[in-house]
């Protein structure tokens, strides 16, 4: 059984940096996609960014982009997300979830619908504050 855990949520001021870690393991299938998203106070949740198994480049939205870095561990257990230049609408939320591209298939390198992730984690508050 698939299992993630995130960590690494935290508060900060404007302009600081975060690394978001999520634990993933239990996985019996190839190849899959990691995604991160995050919800704000009354805000519908939003997809972040995106990483494959195996090939392919990682995905961004476009408020994200050039800020922050989604990256696996050599081992590939887990998936961080580097987030500098924090800004205050960065306040939410966060998750990591995974979605099986072979079941559903999809292929790699092409970023699926936001909506077709179905495993989830437990989240991990980060709050950009002065």
């Known amino acids: 059984q698939v299992k993630l855990v995130e960590s690494g949520g935290g508060s900060v001021q404007p302009g600081a940096s975060l690394r978001l870690s999520c634990a993933a393991s239990?996985?019996?299938?190839?190849?899959?996609?990691i995604g991160w998203f995050r919800q704000a106070p009354g805000k519908e949740r939003e997809g972040v960014s995106c990483?494959?198994?195996?090939?392919?480049?990682?995905y961004y939205i476009d408020s994200v982009k050039g800020r922050f870095t989604i990256s696996w561990d050599n081992a590939k257990t887990t998936v961080f997300l580097q987030m500098n230049s924090l800004k205050s609408e960065d306040t939410a939320v966060y998750y990591c979830?995974?979605?099986?591209?072979?079941?559903?298939?999809?292929?790699?390198?092409?970023?699926?619908?936001?909506?077709?992730?179905?495993?989830w984690g437990q989240g991990t508050q980060v709050t950009v504050s002065s």
């Open positions: 239990g996985f019996t299938f190839s190849p899959y996609v």
């Open positions: 990483i494959f198994s195996s090939g392919g480049s990682p």
């Open positions: 979830a995974a979605l099986d591209l072979r079941d559903r298939g999809l292929r790699v390198g092409v970023a699926p619908p936001w909506t077709m992730y179905d495993i």
